[in-house]
């Protein structure tokens, strides 16, 4: 077996094993699921009115077309935590010592926690999907939009769980770990997630525009709902593959440093 093809073999297995811990312990694939419906339902029903009030088109009920495609987006953010929690416990617990006593290929590790958190996220994002939709969310995307959505989903999904795999990584306790990738829970908040940046104070308005979630917050809102994206599609490509690159690069080196010790 050539030496790609073992390292194919041991991540597809690294993938299973992941993937069954998630089905024996669900605990933190349903938390990913329960954030994002609450906010979805709370900026609906409870601040709906008043923030739909302000925004041009989202009046009349309408503000969940607006706030559905941050909250959908943001869902991306609430995997992240799960993947640090999940990498950490492996890595406190002794069991990669175990690994590396084995004839296992050394990327199948991280790989697996990867993939298994990137596959996990996705189907937490297809059933917030469906929340919005039978609470009112009505996009008119064409098939072509809609695929091109999931792959900024998919994108974006997997630069943060490489970046949240690093914090698992170099985080002593899983509770440090959990902890680590809460401000990217929070960053779409200051962005176009449930307000435009344009209603924002000028300092606050320019860090809205120049953070990574916003050109990704307009390009999917402009594939579902048929807004103006302009230059925020490239923008969105630009961060989701530069974040990849630094989170995988991360993760290699703090796993070839705990190699180490």
């Known amino acids: 077996m050539s030496t790609l093809a ?22 933190m694939t349903v ?15 409870a601040f709906g009115g008043a923030l739909g009030a302000g ?67 996705l189907a937490a994002i297809a059933l917030v999907i469906g929340v919005a939709l039978a609470i009112g969310f009505r996009p008119d995307a064409s098939a072509v ?19 949240s795999a690093g914090m ?17 829970t929070f960053l779409p908040f200051l962005g176009s997630a449930v307000v435009p940046t344009d209603s924002m104070p000028t300092g606050l308005r320019w860090f809205a525009e120049y953070q990574p979630f916003t050109p990704a917050i307009e390009t999917l809102r402009g594939l579902l709902m048929g807004t103006a994206i302009g230059n925020s599609g490239y923008v969105a490509l630009t961060w989701c593959v530069g974040l990849t690159l630094v989170g995988y690069l991360w993760a290699r080196a703090a796993f070839g440093r705990t190699a180490k010790r």
């Open 31 to 45: 938390s990913v699921v329960v954030m994002p419906v609450m906010m979805l339902l709370l900026f609906t029903y």
């Open 145 to 163: 939009e809609w695929l091109a959505a999931i792959g900024l989903l998919t994108l974006l999904t997997l630069a943060l769980t490489w970046l």
């Open 168 to 184: 698992g990584l170099v985080a002593r306790t899983p509770e440090s770990a959990s902890n680590a990738p809460l401000p990217l």
């Open 55 to 121: 925004i041009a088109g989202a009046g009349d009920g309408q503000y969940i077309d607006y706030v559905a495609p941050g909250i959908i987006l943001m869902t991306a953010t609430a995997g992240a935590v799960a993947t640090a929690v999940s990498v950490c416990v492996d890595m406190t617990e002794g069991i990669v010592n175990r690994f590396r006593t084995m004839s296992i290929s050394r990327a199948a590790f991280l790989t697996g926690h990867v993939l298994g958190s990137v596959l996990q996220t």
């Open 6 to 27: 073992h390292a194919v073999s041991d991540s597809t297995t690294m993938l299973r094993r992941n993937l069954k811990h998630a089905l024996r312990y669900p605990s």
